[in-house]
């Protein structure tokens, strides 16, 4: 319910939008219904290139939404200023709010489809939302990139593109770190029905834990709805072991953190991404030492990912979080794609987001590479304290 | 026109499902009965066909149909144990059982993909399909709000008493009301996913059973052209508040509160309203011009 | 001194009153009567502040309070013993009679507690049993004890012998008289004409919203067939 | 023992949320769906203030408790009351209430999204936890503080309605409102009275919670909102001993669920718990039977 919407009922209704959008974009690659993009179908880069964002930009998971917004208009900002694309092309961003709910994930992309003028899309964050669409865009064949959206189902077709790595990619340098420190014995406290969570808590955690050695000794399901984890704490200070992986959302974060303490746990604690952009931040001294494997952190020291931290901060007087760095590197693969193809049109970004993929990239989260079009990147370990990220190692 | 349908379709399928939603709440609720299984139907519906599809490798209507048919038998069955409930007792027993068709779901291993959800359940669906589908429960419907039919329905909700006294079975009725409930709720879960695709266990929850219920009062709890409003209402309203952006969801908490206080009959009463004292008004000026001419 | 006149009141279709007048004093019985429907129990409840009236002016002791609301009424000394008895069922016995003690002190809450079971023994033995499981007669009873528990000066009494067996109504009015004699003023709607007319002063008839006749309870008695007339079969047939 | 000790607390919270609830509801009728709102913004609005000025425990309470009874009266002012005003019975007004309730929550939980972007929050208080050990149970001063005030105003509340004369006109009007007013009972004002100590006890419980949680989410409030609901359902409407054992009851039921490691089963064991015990008791555990006799 954390994922809140007031009305989830509702539809993408696939094969009839697809039909319809179809037609309503008239053969974008036939290159003659006059839209900005649409004109350049024979290849050519046209002056104003519109690239609609269809994220939450309100409701529960809006840091998401908003944050990649924040990124992606940096990357504007440099892809514009610096002439990427040839003098005079500019890239302009089109924000449609999908306020947390599938339904209108749907609609609002149906729209973003259907308007000729866009050229590509930077998807869904919410893994529900994304798999919904991800159909939808196969169809209508417009080049999406999503963001976060870490499930299965996602990637599906030709037209769809990941610009976030799915969280299990990157989270064996925790284990790494773990095993470095001598643990024997692991604890897995997760909430299994966050998809995300549900596929490492369940399958990947103790794959990754089993090949190192370590034996996973208690496996803790919650639910969305838990909110008290008293009693799951003690459980794990009575068990003892010597680290505890913690696959949690944000507010259950915080709880857990403080009350592991209580409890009177003392053992090393490995969280997940979402700990990131200041989210435990209200746990205080309690979650100091945890760690947590990050795709993006300003501690990061790639050329790329100074570049973004310093040009950022610069921006928006404030430090960046994994969630800018999303928008960033999304748009920044997509102006890349289009100069890799030199066409604007639909089809041409899907091409050009194909070849870049396969050769990869240095962005916001250091050396992106690619396996198909999902991307990889080496991830960062960081440790939490006093209120910072500090790298581990 | 065709522009806006192609960016709107999927509005309209959502107002149409969202109608067939608001309907399995509206329909035990003109039968006296406080039951939010509606919702449960919807999951239940929505996983039969998606199971039905992936599983066993139907096609779409009759994936939809066996989702419906579950759905219904369900919470029909139900109905027979909570019959004695009266009031938000037996909303709340309905509740629970909606909530445990989402934690079944979660629990319920490859057959129901887990906290992931089912994907790739995909049908064939047509905006003509789905239309003529809400068109035929509409007109069922429709018949049970019409004259002695109509009445008893009246006489079961506000005085089952005397609908005892005039020969209604009020409990036979009202076990009816479940039925048709599940069947509907199933109906538009089963749509709903195949459509999209997808179902997973966070859509069945409580926010369903508020968008259902705040759709029938605030159109109209008498009639399902109530819940029809409602449905467009709350489908459409985010593109038409869409402007206030960040303050959008404040407006509409304002919106909901004040059809809650200011229209104790829905938008339905207040047209019904302006239509009848528009009739008056043209009889009044016919009159007059009558009397003008002799 | 209770004093109504001209009364107007819209409510539904049936129970509008448009010109009721009548008056109540302390020590005295005033009964009105009237068909179901003629209105009298719309005025009754006006005049308790339930419903606003229209127009019209209700005096009592020379100050106006038309239209107080019935939680101030109370406070002016007047109890309404409403329509159906409208006991708490599910509260206790002792709880009925606290609450309609709400407005008295607390010292005098105990005081006038025991005057009311000494009135009403039977209530005394129930005391902590749900009101609900009393008998129609004993629920009227009750219904009496909670309206003295203000200690009012003036009783209003809205159709008191409605659903009980003839040997109750005459118990019931028998207690009416009890309260008469011990000062308080009765202002009572009934459709039980021939038990009403046995304790009144003075009676008031009302028919369709209006008051058409008002005399001493000799006149009316002697006048008994007219007096039937104009309420209507309903009054022969309980008669 | 421990685990006896963690259901204590989890029922203590449940309480402290469900007692303001169960309150209104019981006695003026009110089913007030922006109780969770009033709890999460009066520990919003805290977490606003001790993000500036540094509180003791106190005062992070009193700006809580102001908050919430703030919230909780405007609420009344702006919505119920003119709800009430204009239905013409109580049950007309029940479902309108239920749903402005709902439409008045959208809009702090609005504002505290914007605010966070939906991140925890947390308040910062010169208090600071410490963990005692007695006999080999581990428990905190927070949850200590939330056990004694969940049970001394559970308690407290129950003897002060069956008791005293303000508790009783309450009672009175939960039955029958408009014989309540016969007698002199104020149904405005303690009406209002009553919705400012429900607010009251909502943002004591959102200080308390977020506390003893560390911080809270402003979707906290909804996912409360369904257990207390439940909560006052299962002990009983209208009575605050049932409201009491009804959060012992839900919070045991969980917990027994985690002491046995199915922790996604949770929902389905305690709702199907609640479902059961409804079907037992049609009326709740301590609910009001209709005593009647003739």
Redesign the interface.
């Known amino acids: 319910m954390n994922r809140g919407r007031m009305r989830t009922n509702v539809l993408a209704g696939l094969a009839v939008a697809a039909v319809f959008t179809t037609a309503a974009c008239g053969g974008n690659d036939g290159g003659d219904n006059g839209g900005a993009s649409g004109d350049n179908g024979d290849g050519g880069i046209a002056e104003t290139i519109t690239i609609a964002q269809v994220q939450d930009q309100t409701g529960p998971v809006s840091y998401a939404g908003v944050g990649a917004k924040e990124g992606a208009e940096l990357a504007i900002e440099e892809i514009n200023e610096e002439g990427f694309l040839g003098d005079g092309v500019t890239i302009e961003m089109e924000e449609l709010d999908t306020g947390g709910e599938i339904e209108r994930a749907a609609s609002e992309m149906n729209k973003a489809m259907a308007d000729p003028n866009v050229s590509a899309i930077i998807g869904p964050t919410q893994s529900q939302q994304a798999a919904t669409v991800a159909p939808l865009v196969g169809r209508g064949e417009v080049p999406t990139v999503f963001t976060q959206a870490g499930s299965e189902g996602v990637v599906v077709n030709d037209w769809t593109f990941r610009a976030t790595p799915p969280m299990e990619s990157y989270y064996e340098p925790a284990l790494d770190y773990l095993e470095e420190q001598g643990a024997e014995t692991v604890s897995v406290l997760y909430n299994a029905t966050f998809p995300t969570f549900a596929l490492l808590g369940e399958d990947d955690v103790p794959a990754m834990a089993e090949e190192r050695g370590l034996e996973v000794v208690q496996s803790l399901a919650v639910q969305m709805t838990t909110q008290d984890f008293a009693g799951q704490s003690q459980q794990i200070a009575r068990e003892n072991p010597d680290a505890v992986v913690m696959l949690l959302i944000a507010p259950q974060s915080v709880t857990a953190m403080k009350q592991l303490g209580t409890a009177g746990y003392e053992g090393q604690v490995s969280a997940t991404s979402v700990q990131a952009a200041g989210n435990i931040a209200a746990a205080g001294d309690a979650a100091n030492g945890l760690i947590y494997p990050v795709p993006y952190s300003t501690a990061m020291e790639a050329e790329g990912s100074v570049a973004f931290t310093e040009a950022f901060e610069e921006k928006f007087g404030k430090d960046a979080n994994p969630y800018n760095a999303d928008g960033y590197d999304a748009m920044w693969w997509i102006a890349r794609a289009i100069e890799a193809s030199g066409d604007s049109s639909r089809e041409g970004i899907r091409e050009g987001l194909e070849q870049v993929a396969s050769e990869g990239y240095s962005g916001a989260m250091g050396d992106v590479t690619f396996e198909g079009n999902d991307a990889r990147v080496p991830g960062a370990l960081v440790r939490w304290e006093d209120g910072a990220e500090t790298l581990v190692q | 026109m065709?522009?806006w349908?192609?960016?709107?379709?999927?509005?309209?399928?959502?107002t149409l499902?969202?109608l067939l939603?608001a309907l399995s709440i509206q329909v035990p609720l003109r039968f006296g009965v406080f039951s939010f299984a509606g919702v449960g139907a919807?999951g239940i519906g929505g996983y039969g066909s998606a199971i039905a599809m992936v599983h066993l490798g139907w096609s779409t209507w009759p994936a939809v149909a066996f989702g419906a048919v579950v759905a219904g038998l369900v919470v029909f069955l139900l109905g027979l144990?909570?019959q004695?409930?009266?009031g938000?007792?037996m909303?709340?027993?309905t509740?629970?059982?909606t909530?445990?068709v989402?934690?079944?779901a979660?629990?319920g291993g490859d057959l129901t993909g887990?906290?992931?959800?089912l994907?790739?359940a995909?049908?064939?669906?047509?905006?003509l399909q789905i239309l003529l589908v809400v068109l035929l429960v509409v007109a069922l419907l429709h018949l049970t709000e019409l004259g002695g039919m109509g009445r008893r329905v009246d006489a079961v909700r506000d005085d089952p008493e005397l609908a005892n006294a005039l020969g209604v079975d009020v409990v036979r009725y009202r076990q009816f009301s479940f039925l048709v409930s599940g069947l509907i709720g199933g109906l538009?879960g089963a749509?709903?996913t195949l459509?999209?695709?997808?179902i997973?266990?966070?859509?069945v929850?409580?926010?369903?059973v508020?968008?259902a219920?705040?759709a029938i009062?605030?159109g109209g709890?008498r009639s399902w052209v109530g819940a029809l409003i409602g449905a467009v209402i709350?489908?459409w309203l985010?593109t038409w508040i869409?402007f206030l952006?960040?303050?959008?969801?404040?407006a509409?908490?304002?919106?909901?509160?004040?059809?809650?206080?200011?229209l104790?009959l829905g938008v339905l009463g207040v047209a019904k309203d302006l239509w009848h004292r528009f009739r008056t008004r043209e009889e009044r000026a016919r009159v007059a011009a009558l009397a003008k001419e002799s | 001194m209770l004093e109504v006149t001209d009364l107007h009141v819209n409510y539904g279709a049936v129970n509008a009153v448009h010109g009721v007048s009548f008056a109540a004093a302390v020590g005295k019985i005033t009964v009105v009567l009237g068909a179901n429907g003629a209105g009298k129990s719309t005025s009754l409840r006006a005049v308790a502040g339930f419903h606003k009236p229209r127009s019209g002016s209700v005096v009592l002791d020379g100050e106006t309070i038309t239209g107080l609301p019935a939680h101030k009424v109370v406070r002016r000394g007047m109890a309404l013993v409403p329509e159906g008895r409208k006991i708490f069922f599910p509260l206790s016995v002792e709880e009925n009679l606290r609450i309609g003690g709400y407005t008295a002190s607390r010292s005098k809450v105990e005081k006038t507690m025991g005057e009311v079971y000494d009135t009403f023994p039977i209530l005394k033995d129930r005391r902590h049993s749900a009101a609900g499981l009393l008998s129609g007669g004993e629920q009227q009873m009750l219904a009496f004890g909670r309206a003295l528990m203000s200690q009012p000066r003036l009783m209003l009494m809205d159709e008191p012998s409605m659903g009980l067996a003839p040997t109750m109504v005459e118990t019931v009015m028998a207690s009416v008289k009890g309260m008469v004699d011990k000062g308080i003023g009765i202002l009572m709607v009934e459709q039980n004409a021939d038990a009403a007319l046995e304790l009144a002063d003075t009676v008031v008839v009302v028919t369709r919203g209006e008051t058409v006749w008002t005399g001493t309870a000799a006149q009316a008695r002697s006048d008994k067939k007219i007096v039937h007339a104009m309420l209507g079969e309903a009054a022969l047939d309980d008669a | 023992m421990q685990d006896v000790l963690n259901a204590t607390t989890l029922g203590s919270i449940y309480l402290l949320f469900a007692l303001g609830m169960a309150l209104v509801w019981g006695t003026i009728g009110i089913l007030n769906f922006a109780h969770g709102a009033t709890f999460m913004f009066a520990a919003f609005i805290g977490h606003l203030v001790t993000a500036r000025v540094e509180l003791p425990l106190l005062g992070v309470i009193a700006v809580a408790v102001l908050v919430g009874a703030l919230i909780s009266v405007l609420t009344q002012l702006l919505a119920f009351q003119p709800i009430l005003k204009r239905a013409k019975n109580r049950h007309a007004a029940e479902l309108r209430i239920l749903i402005a309730g709902i439409g008045v929550a959208a809009i702090p939980l609005a504002i505290a999204q914007r605010q966070t972007r939906s991140t925890p929050f947390g308040l910062r208080s010169s208090y600071s936890p410490q963990v005692y050990e007695v006999f080999g149970l581990r428990i905190t001063t927070t949850a200590i503080i939330i056990i004694v005030l969940g049970l001394v105003i559970g308690i407290g509340m129950t003897l002060w309605l069956r008791r005293s004369r303000h508790g009783l006109a309450l009672r009175a009007l939960g039955v029958d409102a408009e014989t309540s007013a016969g007698m002199g009972v104020n149904r405005t004002t303690l009406a209002f009275g009553t919705m400012a100590v429900a607010g009251g006890l909502a943002g004591l419980a959102g200080a308390l919670l977020t506390l003893q949680l560390g911080a809270i989410a402003p979707e906290t409030g909804d996912q409360l909102i369904i257990k207390a609901f439940a909560i006052i359902v299962l002990g009983g409407l209208g009575s605050m001993a049932g409201t009491v054992i009804g959060a012992y009851v839900l919070a045991g039921a969980e917990t027994l669920v985690l002491v046995m490691n199915w922790g996604t089963w949770v929902d389905a064991v305690s709702f199907g718990l609640i479902f059961l015990i409804l079907l037992a008791r049609p009326q709740g555990l301590l609910g009001r039977k209709e005593v009647r006799r003739t």
């Open positions: 065709s522009t349908y192609a960016m709107n379709v999927v509005l309209v399928q959502t499902t969202t939603l919807f144990v909570v004695r409930l009266t938000l007792y909303g709340m027993a509740i629970a059982f909530l445990i989402s934690v079944l979660v629990n887990g906290a992931m959800g994907y790739g995909l049908g064939e669906i047509s905006v538009a749509i709903t459509l999209r695709s997808t997973t266990p966070a859509e929850n409580f926010h369903l508020i968008l219920l705040t009062v605030v709890s709350f489908v985010p869409g952006a960040e303050w959008e969801r404040v509409y908490g304002v919106i909901v509160a004040v059809a809650a206080i200011y104790p």
